[in-house]
């Protein structure tokens, strides 16, 4: 279920925290989907940037977009960006099923973490491939639907066979895991 009341202090450190760094390294989502040089990127529910800023680093040539229903995490994106100096780096308030960029925009789409917050996955999916231009890629990582000490509990967690079905449903083929993470499922899709 989307927390629209998710700008607690003690969620944003958890977000921010370099501990998360030890099982969720971000790069390996790019290099694993082959994302160079001057393309278009776009981070769906990119909170406070754990995704979005490192991605914006690494392509500096890049246009990179984060998106957030939360106008405080778009706000909070923004201003990281802005010290940062990452001019590439754009930070967007969108409607739970509504990305505010033109159809065929976009190389990649990542949305990490937030398929187990989805009131309705279905519309969004669909959203995401308006987006990307034909051929490209999403790439949905979330937590492994195991009780394994760090994924939330069962009830609160997608299996990724949900998610597969979700994304031939919305018109993605080619899906693929990558067995990358110790606590995350990551698939991949063209559009
Ligand atoms: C657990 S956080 C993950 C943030 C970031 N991707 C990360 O890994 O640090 C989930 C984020 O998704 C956002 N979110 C939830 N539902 C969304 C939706 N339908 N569209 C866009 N963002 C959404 C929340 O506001 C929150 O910032």
Not at 34 to 46: K, L, Q, Y
Not at 143 to 148: H, I, R, T
């Amino acid at each position: 279920m989307a927390d629209l009341l998710g700008m607690d202090p003690a969620r944003i450190e958890r977000l921010r925290s370099p501990a998360r760094l030890e099982h969720f390294e971000p790069s390996l989502i790019w290099s694993a989907l082959g994302f160079t040089g001057d393309r278009v990127a776009v981070d769906v529910g990119s909170g406070v940037g754990f995704i979005t800023l490192p991605l914006a680093r690494a392509f500096p040539d890049a246009e990179i977009y984060g998106c957030d229903i939360l106008d405080g995490m778009v706000q909070l994106l923004h201003d990281a960006a802005t010290v940062e100096g990452l001019a590439n780096l754009t930070s967007l308030q969108m409607m739970p099923d509504q990305i505010p960029l033109s159809d065929d925009s976009a190389d990649l789409l990542i949305m990490a973490q937030v398929h187990h917050e989805l009131d309705a996955p279905a519309p969004l999916l669909l959203e995401c491939r308006r987006v990307l231009r034909p051929d490209g890629q999403i790439a949905i990582v979330d937590w492994k639907d195991e009780d394994n000490g760090v994924s939330p509990p069962a009830g609160r967690r997608v299996p990724p066979t949900v998610i597969r079905a979700q994304l031939k449903t919305a018109g993605f083929s080619q899906v693929e895991s990558h067995p990358l993470y110790r606590f995350h499922t990551f698939l991949s899709a063209r559009a």
